[in-house]
């Protein structure tokens, strides 16, 4: 079986059950990806959208940042407020043990992990610097952002109506009242999956952003071919 990016040691086992439930196609790895994943994760959901929503929001350090920045890469977004006392924290830990399975092997470059804040008023910048400490997040290939100051105090929590999740403020407390679901957008952009809740399997996340770096690879290996052929011919 032809394996292009390998996983981390840590998943090693549980990837290797993975893919005998994911034989290779006579095409490439990733082939009918989707459809397997149902079958294995029933938190799963495809999107399988031309784009995935874009956003120009800000960082702690108030440097501009946008989805698009991470086009050669595979991103792994989910929203958050710091405050949020039961959710927001498992969930931010849930994508910190993913982050630190696919940091262990050569995925690190190629995958960029983001958090946006849904309360930007009460997120300062020396909240969202914190945040990454608090949770195990690895600053290298996550970032945590905000709204820019141009931007409404609602301007986050639209981006996460664009991805299909509200927060829904509540009248008698600080708290909202929000669903846990981790995107997943492929590179070059596509909106590629959900994965809902905290019961997914973390294995099946990081086999599923490494079957879409294969897909990436595999389509760049054939544009290559096609361009030599018809180079020739020209």
């Known amino acids: 079986m032809q394996l292009i990016v390998y996983l981390t040691r840590r998943a090693a086992l549980a990837t290797f059950a993975a893919t005998i439930a ?28 031309a784009q995935a929503p874009d956003f120009e929001l800000q960082n702690a350090e108030g440097n501009p940042v946008r989805l698009a920045d991470f086009s050669e890469r595979v991103v792994i977004l989910h929203f958050i407020y710091a405050n949020c006392p039961d959710i927001c924290p498992l969930h931010a830990e849930k994508i910190a043990a993913v982050q630190a399975s696919i940091n262990d092997g050569p995925m690190r470059d190629l995958v960029q992990f983001i958090s946006i804040t849904t309360d930007p008023v009460n997120d300062t910048p020396d909240v969202l610097r914190d945040y990454a400490d608090r949770h195990g997040l690895d600053p290298s290939n996550w970032v945590i952002l905000t709204k820019r100051p141009d931007q409404s105090d609602d301007a986050t929590r639209l981006v996460a109506r664009d991805y299909g999740l509200e927060f829904t403020t509540t009248a008698d407390s600080d708290m909202m009242m929000h669903g846990a679901v981790t995107h997943v957008v492929d590179i070059g952009g596509r909106f590629a999956a959900k994965f809902h809740g905290m019961d997914f399997k973390n294995v099946n996340l990081i086999l599923y952003v490494s079957e879409l770096i294969n897909n990436a690879q595999h389509r760049r290996r054939e544009r290559s071919w096609w361009d030599r052929v018809t180079g020739v011919f020209q």
């Open 22 to 49: 994911f034989p290779a196609s006579a095409d490439h790895p990733g082939e009918n990806l989707d459809a397997r994943m149902f079958e294995m994760e029933p938190y799963f959901q495809a999107i399988d959208a």
